[in-house]
C-alpha cells in the first residue's frame, strides 16, 4: 500500500520550528563574556556541542563573518546571530545572557545587548530559518517577556522563561 502524505504538513514536510526543537537546557547559559566577540565564542563553543553541528571552526567562521557583514543587534538589548552551512544537520540554537551587557555589539539601537539567540542551521533549511528568526523576534517584541528574560539570573530560570507559553 503506497502511504499518503501527511496533508497537514503543506510546508513540504518541514517539521514545525518550536523552542522545544531546537533549544536544550544545556545550550542556554549565564555569558561570562564582556565583549561581542567573546560572547559569540562562548555560543558557538555551546553550539558545537550538538550533534547537530559537523564543524565547530568552521561555524566559528562563519559566526565571525556574519557579524562582519552587519551586526545581527537587532535593538532592545537582544542580538541574533545566526548562520546557514551544509555542514549543520538540522536547526539549532543556544541562548546567552551577559549580565553586564555588551556595550559593544553594535545594535541598531546603539543599547547594549544582553541577550544573545545563536542560530545555526543547514542551508536547505532557509523556511525553518526564517521561521526561528521571526519565533525569537515575536518573543522579544512581548516588554514583559524580554524584562523576564533580561531580569533571570540562572542558566534554569533563563530556559524555563523562553519555553514558558511555548505557543507565542
Known sequence: MKEQPDLLRLD???????????LAPERV?????QSKREALSELVSILATATEISNGEELAAAMVAREE????GIGLHVGVPHVRLDSISDIVMAVGLAPHGLPDYESIDGLPVYLVFAIAANVSQHKEYI???ARVSHLVKDAARRQ???STRTADDLYTGIMIDEDI
Open 12 to 22: 513540504g514536510g518541514s517539521r514545525a520550528v518550536t523552542f522545544a526543537r531546537v
Open 29 to 33: 547559559v549565564i555569558l561570562e563574556a
Open 69 to 72: 557583514l552587519m551586526s545581527t
Open 131 to 133: 521561521q526561528l528568526l
Open 148 to 150: 523576564q528574560l533580561l
